[in-house]
């Protein structure tokens, strides 16, 4: 038996900011709310589908150092550069990591300055 990864959990000094700016990313919607915390999932599915849910769960205090984890998303229903734009226009700003400029991904990252990247390979949606 094996297990499946069923949630992430973000802590962020903005819960209703990012759950904001991952639902417009991810197409997700607003699943529950829970003592501050917001859950996120694919509408019509939430807890336990073939996606994660996310949670963005309250905690006041700045992040400290750079996070060992970081998420990559794929374009479903366009390119890479049109995907890029849109990010962009929902909040998202490039983010510097010592990136050479060459690689086919793109470096982001959200408003509370998390790191992810915009891969190139479009994806079917799920």
């Known amino acids: ?5 069923s949630e992430l959990v973000i802590e962020a000094r903005d819960p209703e900011l990012l759950a904001t700016f991952w639902c417009a990313v991810l197409g ?4 529950d ?25 309250p905690n006041p205090e700045p992040r400290s150092g750079k996070y060992r984890l970081h998420l990559d998303v794929n374009p479903t229903d366009r390119d890479q550069d049109a995907e890029l734009a849109r990010l962009l226009q929902v909040g998202a700003t490039p983010a510097d990591v010592g990136q050479t400029g060459e690689e086919g991904w793109h470096v982001l990252a959200d408003p509370e300055g998390n790191e992810f990247c915009l891969l190139r390979k479009r994806i079917p949606e799920l």
């Open 1 to 5: 038996m094996a297990c499946r990864i």
């Open 33 to 57: 709310r829970e003592d501050g915390a917001i859950e996120i999932g694919p509408p019509g599915v939430g807890f336990g589908g073939p996606q994660p849910t996310i949670i963005l769960s």
């Open 28 to 31: 997700y919607v607003e699943l």
